[in-house]
Nanobody, 124 residues
Framework: QWQLVESGGGLVQPGGSLRLSCLIS????????IAWFRQAPGKDREGVSY????????KYADSVKGRFAISRDNAKSTVYLQMNRLKPEDTAVYYC?????????????????WGQGTQVTVSS
Protein backbone atom coordinates (compact mmCIF):
# COMPACT_ATOMS: atom_id res chain seq x y z
CA GLN A 1 0.00 0.00 0.00
CA TRP A 2 1.58 3.26 -1.09
CA GLN A 3 1.66 6.27 1.16
CA LEU A 4 2.98 9.81 1.08
CA VAL A 5 2.92 11.40 4.53
CA GLU A 6 3.68 15.08 4.94
CA SER A 7 4.87 16.59 8.20
CA GLY A 8 6.46 19.75 9.52
CA GLY A 9 3.65 22.22 9.01
CA GLY A 10 2.47 24.62 11.66
CA LEU A 11 2.07 28.24 12.66
CA VAL A 12 5.00 30.56 12.04
CA GLN A 13 5.46 34.32 12.09
CA PRO A 14 6.20 36.25 8.90
CA GLY A 15 9.89 36.02 8.10
CA GLY A 16 10.20 32.68 9.83
CA SER A 17 11.14 29.25 8.48
CA LEU A 18 9.70 25.77 8.32
CA ARG A 19 10.94 22.52 6.84
CA LEU A 20 8.34 20.17 5.43
CA SER A 21 9.03 16.46 5.00
CA CYS A 22 7.32 13.91 2.79
CA LEU A 23 7.91 10.29 3.77
CA ILE A 24 7.16 7.86 0.97
CA SER A 25 6.41 4.15 1.26
CA UNK A 26 4.96 1.42 -0.87
CA UNK A 27 6.94 2.18 -4.03
CA UNK A 28 10.50 2.95 -5.10
CA UNK A 29 10.86 6.67 -4.62
CA UNK A 30 14.01 6.77 -6.73
CA UNK A 31 11.90 5.99 -9.81
CA UNK A 32 9.69 9.03 -9.29
CA UNK A 33 9.87 12.78 -9.66
CA ILE A 34 8.45 14.57 -6.63
CA ALA A 35 6.73 17.91 -6.31
CA TRP A 36 5.13 20.06 -3.67
CA PHE A 37 1.81 21.74 -4.31
CA ARG A 38 -0.26 24.02 -2.13
CA GLN A 39 -3.84 25.13 -1.90
CA ALA A 40 -5.12 28.11 0.01
CA PRO A 41 -8.81 28.53 0.90
CA GLY A 42 -10.80 29.67 -2.11
CA LYS A 43 -7.85 29.33 -4.47
CA ASP A 44 -6.74 26.81 -7.05
CA ARG A 45 -4.01 24.32 -6.27
CA GLU A 46 -0.60 25.75 -7.15
CA GLY A 47 2.63 24.00 -8.00
CA VAL A 48 5.37 25.14 -5.62
CA SER A 49 8.49 23.10 -6.30
CA TYR A 50 9.66 20.08 -8.27
CA UNK A 51 12.67 17.78 -8.12
CA UNK A 52 13.63 15.27 -10.76
CA UNK A 53 14.12 11.55 -10.25
CA UNK A 54 17.89 11.92 -10.05
CA UNK A 55 17.66 15.10 -7.99
CA UNK A 56 19.70 17.03 -10.54
CA UNK A 57 16.91 19.28 -11.76
CA UNK A 58 14.58 21.50 -9.74
CA LYS A 59 11.88 24.00 -10.55
CA TYR A 60 10.14 26.61 -8.44
CA ALA A 61 7.09 28.80 -8.74
CA ASP A 62 8.06 32.44 -9.20
CA SER A 63 6.34 33.28 -5.93
CA VAL A 64 8.75 31.14 -3.88
CA LYS A 65 11.95 31.34 -5.93
CA GLY A 66 14.90 32.28 -3.76
CA ARG A 67 13.01 31.48 -0.54
CA PHE A 68 12.17 27.77 -0.82
CA ALA A 69 14.50 24.84 -1.51
CA ILE A 70 13.52 21.28 -2.39
CA SER A 71 15.75 18.26 -1.79
CA ARG A 72 15.45 14.50 -1.69
CA ASP A 73 17.08 11.66 0.21
CA ASN A 74 16.26 8.45 -1.61
CA ALA A 75 17.93 6.34 1.08
CA LYS A 76 15.43 7.73 3.60
CA SER A 77 12.54 7.76 1.11
CA THR A 78 11.98 11.38 2.04
CA VAL A 79 11.65 14.67 0.20
CA TYR A 80 12.07 17.99 1.96
CA LEU A 81 10.88 21.52 1.35
CA GLN A 82 12.85 24.14 3.23
CA MET A 83 10.79 27.32 3.43
CA ASN A 84 12.49 30.55 4.48
CA ARG A 85 11.34 34.17 4.76
CA LEU A 86 7.76 33.02 4.91
CA LYS A 87 4.98 35.42 4.04
CA PRO A 88 1.28 35.43 4.97
CA GLU A 89 0.48 34.57 1.35
CA ASP A 90 2.34 31.28 1.80
CA THR A 91 -0.47 30.13 4.07
CA ALA A 92 -1.99 26.98 2.58
CA VAL A 93 -2.25 23.23 2.84
CA TYR A 94 0.92 21.78 1.33
CA TYR A 95 0.86 18.46 -0.50
CA CYS A 96 3.63 16.28 -1.86
CA UNK A 97 3.05 14.22 -4.97
CA UNK A 98 4.95 11.64 -7.01
CA UNK A 99 5.08 11.18 -10.78
CA UNK A 100 6.57 8.37 -12.84
CA UNK A 101 7.16 10.97 -15.56
CA UNK A 102 10.27 13.07 -15.08
CA UNK A 103 8.82 15.79 -17.32
CA UNK A 104 5.90 16.33 -14.94
CA UNK A 105 7.42 19.53 -13.50
CA UNK A 106 4.60 21.50 -11.81
CA UNK A 107 1.70 20.08 -13.81
CA UNK A 108 -0.56 18.49 -11.21
CA UNK A 109 -2.31 16.36 -13.83
CA UNK A 110 0.93 14.41 -14.35
CA UNK A 111 1.12 13.20 -10.75
CA UNK A 112 0.07 9.70 -9.77
CA UNK A 113 0.30 9.64 -5.98
CA TRP A 114 -0.64 12.32 -3.46
CA GLY A 115 -0.31 12.83 0.26
CA GLN A 116 -3.01 14.13 2.60
CA GLY A 117 -1.37 17.49 3.16
CA THR A 118 0.02 19.53 6.04
CA GLN A 119 -1.21 22.96 7.07
CA VAL A 120 1.17 25.91 6.99
CA THR A 121 -0.06 29.16 8.53
CA VAL A 122 2.03 32.32 8.42
CA SER A 123 0.64 34.92 10.75
CA SER A 124 1.69 37.30 13.48
Amino acid sequence: QWQLVESGGGLVQPGGSLRLSCLISGFRMDYYAIAWFRQAPGKDREGVSYISTAGDSTKYADSVKGRFAISRDNAKSTVYLQMNRLKPEDTAVYYCAASYRDYALLDSTEYDYWGQGTQVTVSS
